[in-house]
């Protein structure tokens, strides 16, 4: 990190909840560098869901001022031999497991370092919380100057997170179900929308402002991704929702018996 006068940021995204965790990591953090500022994006990830996190990262992480440290940690293979990372883009670091949470911001981000942190620069490392043990002191140093390569070796490749085609990549907290799917409709288009066994009809609209109460609608969010919403409810709830399932756009065939399904998205991440 360039030193300056700015106040150093570190971010933290987790699924530990408000439990006792997210404390310890913060007074780690603290105890090397008081005048750190943490930012605290989210804590209730769904347990486990690297995906969601993934989602996150991508979407929170390009709006925050140059120089920032990115610390998240969804990390169900904590101990195992999953690397640990620090990466190093021209705007921001990362720092994290090596699970595939990285692999969505990087697409975007253009990438000059990556690092696997040897874990026997730290002391008393616990095999059952790198975050408190290895990513937080990291994360630390980081943000007072240190240099990433006085923390681990060069390496060239991250894990890939692979996205599963037409899914669900994000609930957020109004119920909204935010897909994987990229592709634009005619405003008022009818469509519809199939989930596991369900199939409903959603209208294509700008904004919310267009639909009415408890109307399903399909619209491009500001993720860019496609959101099937309820408008003023929860899709989620209705659907029995979840991260991870699968969802398809059918097309309204003229006959009204008649659906044809269209695959929407033809990139990598459908």
């Known amino acids: 990190m360039k030193k300056g006068n700015a106040t150093p940021i570190i971010t933290l995204t987790t699924d530990f909840r408000h439990d006792l965790y997210v404390g310890q990591i913060k007074g780690v953090i603290l105890a090397i560098n008081r005048q750190v500022r943490i930012v605290d994006i989210k804590h209730d990830v769904t347990s486990y869901s690297i995906r969601q996190g993934a989602f996150l990262i991508s979407q929170i992480s390009p ?25 190093q883009t021209q705007d921001y670091f990362f ?16 990438m000059k370092k990556i690092f696997e942190v040897d874990p026997a620069k ?13 990513f937080a002191p990291l994360a630390a140093y980081i943000s007072l100057g240190k240099e990433p390569e006085e923390f681990g070796r060069r390496v060239q490749e ?3 997170l692979e996205m599963k085609r037409n899914s669900i990549i994000y609930i957020d907290g109004f119920g909204n179900i935010i897909t994987s799917i990229e592709k634009n409709f005619p405003p008022g ?50 659907l029995k929702a979840r991260v991870g399932d699968p969802i398809e756009i059918i097309k309204r065939s003229p006959v009204a018996s008649d659906f044809d399904c269209h695959h929407l998205q033809k990139n990598q991440y459908l």
């Open 95 to 110: 720092i994290g497991p090596d699970n595939g949470l990285f692999s969505l911001v990087l697409k975007d981000e253009k």
């Open 158 to 160: 991250i894990v890939e």
């Open 122 to 134: 730290f002391k008393q490392v616990s095999p059952t919380f790198h975050g408190r043990d290895i």
């Open 189 to 238: 288009k009818e469509l519809t929308v199939r989930h596991k066994k369900r199939k409903i009809v959603a209208r294509f609209v700008r904004t919310f402002a267009e639909a009415k109460r408890d109307e399903f609608i399909l619209l491009k969010g500001s993720s860019g991704y496609l959101e099937l919403d309820k408008n003023l409810s929860s899709a989620a709830k209705e």
């Open 63 to 87: 709006f925050f001022p140059r120089g920032t440290i990115h610390l998240a940690i969804i990390d169900p293979e904590v101990g195992a031999s999953r690397r640990c990372l620090l990466i």
